[in-house]
């Protein structure tokens, strides 16, 4: 075992494969100097890393966007210019994985330390940039921001994107120096009448005065630009999910290890909680489909944490533990596994509260 004590992060991420270039889920454990990872097998993490990345030396890109359908990837590349890529969960977990492996990297250096976690108080369009430049290549097809469905009070707007995902385009494109430059830059093309707001969150942000919290850097806002700027909901016959499901706010989101119905294996699924409907859907994080792999109505369901003294019934395989087990109101049972004591309690309480 090479942890020791020093721990400084861990947690599930998606790494891209070296010899075969495919995404799979890795167990991560951030230390002063390395970065090691795991394999889950059988629901349980292997005792020895499957590999480490050397920090000394190593820059940090965040965020990265040359995967198209991968917006939270943070790619590192250490002094022999190996690259690996790294996917989150969501914006929220990829900055703090990010600032933290950043941290690890400067750690000899306590003022670059410190200079990372401030942020510039003003900002100002270069005179070389005008917002019309930067719109013409938010839309270009190469390198523009990329739009997707999404859906906002039971309307899908086809062609959208959220907040987080054009401050980080705006930094990746070089318009930015930081999220709060980015911010200030999005919320001018508010003012400018380039892109407009959908949805309740994101309307009500931009009545505020303040020109710096009009637009929202957020994962869940969303944004339209202003030419585009009507209600396109896809019907039935054109999207496969049943709208209603998607539509509800997102409580909590975050990795977990879920046992299948049928082969009964363990695998790594991205779990998204939604209020108002109470839904909660799993995503195949290896895939590049922003389609659930599967979800339930949590109205009339049970859930309960599982005693760790012992495999319950119903469960197969050597698992790590930190069990809890969902019950649909037609008898489907989940069984889920968390990372720790603290994280099961917290998906269990936030279950509870929207059913």
Same mark, same amino acid.
């Given at each position: 075992?090479?942890?020791?004590?020093?721990?400084? &992060?861990?947690?599930?991420?998606?790494?891209?494969?070296?010899?075969?270039?495919? !995404?799979?889920?890795? !167990?991560?454990?951030?230390?002063?100097?390395?970065?090691?990872?795991?394999?889950? *097998?059988?629901?349980?993490?292997?005792?020895? #890393?499957?590999?480490?990345?050397?920090?000394?030396?190593?820059?940090? %890109?965040? #965020?990265?966007? /040359?995967?198209?359908?991968?917006?939270? *990837?943070?790619?590192?590349?250490?002094?022999?210019?190996? /690259?690996?890529?790294?996917?989150?969960?969501?914006?929220? +977990?990829? $900055?703090?994985?990010?600032? $933290?492996? %950043?941290?690890?990297?400067?750690?000899?250096?306590? =003022?670059? =330390?410190?200079?990372?976690?401030? @942020?510039?108080?003003?900002?100002?369009?270069?005179?070389?940039?005008?917002?019309?430049?930067?719109?013409?290549?938010?839309? $270009?097809?190469?390198?523009?921001?990329?739009?997707?469905?999404?859906?906002?009070?039971?309307?899908?707007?086809?062609?959208?994107? %959220?907040?987080?995902?054009?401050?980080? !385009?705006?930094?990746?494109?070089?318009?930015?120096?930081?999220?709060?430059?980015? *911010?200030?830059?999005?919320?001018?093309?508010? +003012?400018?009448?380039?892109? &407009?707001?959908?949805?309740? @969150?994101?309307?009500?942000?931009?009545?505020?005065?303040?020109?710096?919290?009009?637009?929202?850097?957020?994962?869940?806002?969303?944004?339209?630009?202003?030419?585009?700027?009507?209600?396109?909901?896809?019907?039935?016959?054109?999207?496969?999910?049943?709208?209603?499901?998607?539509?509800?706010?997102?409580?909590? @989101?975050?990795?977990?290890?879920?046992?299948?119905?049928?082969?009964?294996?363990?695998? =790594?699924?991205?779990? =998204?909680?939604?209020?108002?409907?109470?839904?909660?859907?799993?995503?195949?994080? %290896?895939?590049?489909?922003?389609? #659930?792999?599967?979800?339930?109505?949590?109205?009339?369901?049970?859930?309960?944490?599982? /005693? $760790?003294?012992? *495999? #319950?019934?119903?469960?197969?395989?050597?698992?790590?533990?930190?069990?809890?087990?969902?019950?649909?109101?037609?008898?489907?049972?989940?069984?889920?596994?968390?990372?720790?004591?603290?994280?099961?309690? @917290? !998906?269990? /309480?936030?279950?509870?509260?929207?059913?």
């Amino acid at each position: 075992m090479e942890e020791g004590s020093g721990i400084l &992060k861990e947690g599930f991420l998606v790494k891209k494969g070296h010899v075969v270039h495919n !995404w799979k889920a890795r !167990w991560f454990v951030l230390l002063q100097d390395r970065l090691l990872y795991y394999k889950i *097998v059988g629901g349980k993490k292997e005792s020895s #890393p499957k590999g480490r990345i050397l920090l000394d030396g190593c820059t940090i %890109t965040c #965020p990265c966007l /040359e995967y198209e359908n991968r917006p939270l *990837v943070i790619k590192l590349r250490t002094k022999t210019n190996t /690259e690996y890529f790294l996917d989150s969960c969501s914006r929220e +977990e990829r $900055d703090s994985w990010a600032l $933290d492996i %950043t941290g690890a990297i400067h750690a000899g250096n306590p =003022v670059q =330390v410190q200079q990372l976690h401030l @942020q510039k108080n003003s900002f100002k369009l270069p005179s070389n940039i005008s917002l019309n430049q930067i719109i013409d290549k938010m839309h $270009d097809n190469s390198n523009g921001i990329k739009l997707t469905p999404n859906t906002r009070q039971g309307s899908i707007y086809k062609e959208s994107f %959220t907040g987080s995902k054009l401050v980080d !385009w705006l930094i990746s494109s070089s318009f930015a120096a930081s999220r709060l430059e980015a *911010v200030t830059l999005a919320s001018m093309l508010i +003012e400018e009448n380039f892109i &407009k707001p959908v949805g309740a @969150q994101s309307v009500e942000a931009m009545r505020n005065g303040d020109l710096a919290e009009q637009f929202l850097d957020d994962s869940t806002a969303l944004y339209l630009f202003a030419e585009s700027y009507k209600k396109k909901i896809i019907s039935k016959e054109e999207i496969h999910l049943n709208i209603l499901e998607l539509s509800g706010t997102i409580v909590k @989101q975050g990795f977990l290890i879920k046992q299948g119905h049928k082969r009964k294996n363990w695998k =790594v699924r991205h779990f =998204v909680l939604r209020a108002d409907p109470a839904f909660l859907h799993y995503y195949d994080p %290896t895939k590049e489909d922003n389609r #659930p792999a599967g979800g339930f109505s949590l109205r009339g369901c049970l859930v309960s944490a599982l /005693e $760790d003294n012992g *495999v #319950p019934t119903g469960v197969k395989g050597n698992v790590q533990g930190n069990l809890f087990k969902i019950i649909t109101k037609n008898d489907i049972h989940y069984y889920i596994q968390a990372s720790c004591k603290a994280e099961r309690s @917290q !998906w269990i /309480e936030a279950i509870k509260q929207v059913t």
